[in-house]
């Protein structure tokens, strides 16, 4: 049976790349089935790099390949802010998710709208010999002032697609998987895997 450790504790990640990987036939592990409870500090200069400390961590403690991602919302009237450290852009200790999308509103106050951005993901998919693949993906649209659509997580309330005239929380989870960011990068990793496993 062919296995692969989704390498991330978030419970919104793991639902998409199931999803996403839905139709491979691959066993997708999580690290709460092999009970690790690992935290990979994500300090690196790249999401790319990020995104290798994670897979790699996770690859090593369990002997399976892993797949690891890294993400980021980056805005134009921020100079690409949050960037990297869009899980930790609010100042607030033990912020949240919400928490982090009222900061990032009240950081864009004073700038014209539209508020562009796009969001960036990199996925990495680490053998436990350490060998690297790595894949990418971006989505374009706007930041909104007003929240909309209670699904997804993170910035999804206030990402708005123009061309389908939606935020990311109004998607459901089949059209989030053919246009995020996310999905487009894990998409873009299915060959690589069909190849490693053979499915």
């Known amino acids: 049976m062919q296995k692969l450790l989704l390498a991330t504790n978030n419970k919104g990640k793991v639902a998409e790349i199931k999803a996403l990987l839905a139709g491979t036939g691959l066993t997708l592990l999580t690290p709460a089935d ?14 790319a790099e990020n995104a290798t400390k994670k897979a790699t961590a996770f690859s090593q403690a369990s002997g399976y390949t892993a797949l690891g991602d890294d993400s980021g919302l980056e805005v134009d009237a921020l100079n690409g802010q949050p ?3 869009s899980h930790r852009f609010s100042p607030m200790p033990g912020a949240t998710d919400a928490d982090r999308r009222v900061y990032l509103l009240e950081k864009l106050q004073g700038a014209q709208r539209p508020w562009t951005a796009h969001f960036h993901a990199t996925v990495a998919v680490v053998l436990p010999s350490g060998k690297t693949h790595l894949t990418s993906g971006q989505c374009d649209g706007e930041i909104i002032p007003e929240e909309r659509g209670s699904n997804g997580f993170g910035y999804d309330p206030i990402f708005f697609i123009p061309g389908i005239g939606h935020t990311m929380a109004e998607l459901e989870m089949d ?8 999905a487009l990068a ?3 990793a299915i060959p690589i895997l069909k190849e490693l496993f053979g499915f």
């Open 34 to 47: 092999l009970g690790l409870a690992l935290e990979v500090a994500e300090d690196g200069l790249t999401y």
């Open 83 to 85: 960037g990297l450290h």
């Open 186 to 188: 894990v998409q873009n």
């Open 175 to 182: 059209e989030k998987n053919t246009l995020s960011h996310r």
